[in-house]
């Protein structure tokens, strides 16, 4: 917590207003921030790839997303779209890329989310929210700004950026997420 204070008379403090801030640092500190990243994917034609964070309806956190990155290795433009609780499609593997941000806590804690990502599938997601798109130019990271937590997924929703190709040559990419979780 943080509280400001505004001065009456030269010896009294007066709180103005309490803050709480909550920043990745606190969370990791705490063990409870997370960084992951998935496999090398590849999207070409009609194929799609997709990375993403599901929070299992079992898993009684909240997941506070932080921040992404989206590598284009190739010479060819794509298309991410940024969806909250979106059906995905395809059959996602679960990434084993994945650590706690705070490499000092022994044992290393465990995230109840998953990071998971489907490499060449066909179909879209439904349902859900498309938040937002970008275009990744050829051979250049996209860096999302820290939304600092301010993006809540609730046991059962998931956050995923789905890789769409702009034209017909074959892209690669990786995708980087990091978030916090809190008990519900």
Known sequence: MLSLFRKNKPTQK???????ITSPTQ?????KYFIGQTQELTLEG???????????SDSKV???FDIFTVTNFSRYSFLAEIWLN?????NPTI????????????????PKVSL?????????????VNAFDRIVVPN??????????SIIIPPGGSFAIFLLPLGSGVAQSRIVLTWWEEQV
């Open 46 to 56: 009609t194929s799609h790839a997709w990375g993403g964070l599901v929070n299992p």
């Open 95 to 110: 990434s084993t890329y994945v650590h706690p941000s705070n490499l000092t806590l022994h044992p290393l804690p465990k």
């Open 14 to 20: 007066v709180p103005l207003e309490v803050v709480d």
């Open 27 to 31: 969370q990791s500190i705490l063990g």
């Open 62 to 64: 909240n997941l506070f």
């Open 140 to 149: 250049t990271t996209l860096i999302s700004d820290s939304s600092k937590g």
């Open 116 to 128: 998971q990502f489907v490499s060449q599938t066909l179909g879209s997601p439904s349902g859900g």
């Open 86 to 90: 979106a059906k995905l499609p395809g």
